[in-house]
């Protein structure tokens, strides 16, 4: 089985939004650098409207990838992250509608605009990570690939129980189901906002996939303390090798996402 890629997420957290999470370039730099040395190699960033400076920060400290995120916002309003050469941006396959107290996100992504989203990653040399939230982001998948805009591995996370008209059930039996309908040469993460979380990322690391965790997704561990996104992922490493599998580096996670040597 190929080492869990761990994809740190220490952005706001949507469940309790006063929690404290790093705001600043250096900030998110640094945390950035604990998530590496406590075994993640994919950092998911929303950098605080600082992607420039965020960018510089983070390459300085260590050599994990980045993921730049806010999958909802449309591409003329994400061209930093392209220019900055961020590993991978992500991108929501389907209409996006999430449902919290202190936001409401309801947007309209057409398939004329992942069209245009792939054309300009393969164009700019940052490769897609696409959101899959239910089986009609599948589909939008699997129509990508089949004109010939993507290239495999597919990049690919499965969302559960995330709030709003995208909700899907955070169960082990749903996680199990979608991942059997995705295409052959993906290589997906989970994403898991509820307390039934570690179910599914258990399920996961034993079938072969990668999880993602942090601050964002789901900010209590296991005993219900509330953690910094560096704790977390220092809980899900722990439990990976414990069950047998060993943790990438971010040198192996370029290997498993089809990044040329």
């Not at 220490?10 to 600043?24: G, M, S």
């Not at 900055?84 to 947007?107: G, P, R, T, W, Y």
């Not at 749903?174 to 290589?187: D, F, I, K, N």
């Amino acid at each position: 089985m190929k080492p869990l890629v761990i994809i740190a997420t220490p952005n706001i957290c949507w469940l309790k939004p006063d929690l404290v999470y790093p705001r600043t370039a250096v900030a998110i730099a640094e945390e950035a650098r604990l998530c590496r040395d406590k075994g993640a190699s994919v950092l998911h960033i929303h950098a605080e409207g600082q992607w420039t400076e965020v960018f510089a920060e983070v390459r300085r400290r260590s050599d994990i990838l980045i993921q730049g995120g806010m999958s909802s916002i449309p591409l003329k309003d994400r061209m930093d992250i392209l220019l900055q050469k961020a590993e991978m941006i992500s991108i929501i396959l389907n209409h996006h509608d999430e449902a919290f107290a202190e936001v409401d996100c309801n947007m309209l992504h057409t398939k004329a605009e992942l069209d245009e989203y792939a054309v300009a990653c393969r164009r700019l040399g940052v490769k897609p990570e696409f959101e899959v939230w239910h089986s009609g982001s599948i589909w939008n998948l699997r129509r990508l690939i089949d004109k010939g805009l993507l290239d495999p591995p597919y990049i690919t996370t499965l969302f559960f129980g995330w709030p709003g008209g995208t909700w899907s059930p955070p169960t082990v039996e749903e996680y199990l189901y979608r991942r059997s309908q995705m295409p052959v040469e993906c290589a997906m993460a989970v994403s898991v906002m509820d307390e039934r979380q570690m179910d599914i990322l258990v399920a996961a690391i034993t079938h072969g996939d990668n999880v993602r965790v942090g601050t964002e997704d789901y900010p209590w561990t296991r005993q219900g303390k509330l953690a910094e996104t560096h704790e977390l992922v220092e809980e899900i490493a722990a439990i990976s090798r414990s069950l047998g599998r060993e943790v990438a580096t971010p040198a192996q996670a370029r290997q498993i996402f089809g990044y040329a040597r």
